[in-house]
């Protein structure tokens, strides 16, 4: 089966910077879209970036030019380096890959388990 394992995270303070990876894994034909989300607590789930197969990005204003999403297609991973934190950024973030298995070749979403962001001093 298809899976994605996020790591990365942690407790930081505010102006740090942490950076997450998230690597799929399993019978796979091909990924498209990769992106990043996460929740706070009492807050609905936002997107915070993405990236297609193309290299394209797409980013949340509140993360514009603090955050940078890049994926390795060789290792199958996606990363999100996140600089200048701030104490609003603390949630539990979670990777979502679009990707077909070697069954069905179909695209669907898979959702990593998710990793803590703390952002605090």
């Known amino acids: 089966q298809v899976r994605v394992v996020e790591s990365g995270g942690g407790l930081v303070q505010p102006g740090g910077s942490l950076r997450l990876s998230c690597v799929a894994s399993?019978?796979?034909?091909?990924?498209?879209?990769m992106g990043w989300f996460r929740q706070a607590p009492g807050k609905e789930r936002e997107l915070v970036a993405d990236?297609?197969?193309?290299?394209?990005?797409n980013y949340a204003d509140s993360v514009k030019g603090r955050f940078t999403i890049s994926r390795d297609n060789a290792k199958k991973t996606v990363y999100l380096q996140m600089n200048s934190l701030k104490p609003e950024d603390t949630a539990v973030y979670y990777c979502?890959?679009?990707?077909?298995?070697?069954?069905?070749?179909?695209?669907?979403?898979?959702w990593g388990q998710g990793t803590q962001v703390t952002v605090s001093s």
């Open positions: 399993g019978s796979i034909f091909g990924i498209t879209v």
């Open positions: 979502k890959g679009v990707i077909s298995d070697r069954t069905t070749y179909r695209p669907r979403d898979y």
């Open positions: 990236i297609n197969s193309g290299t394209r990005t």
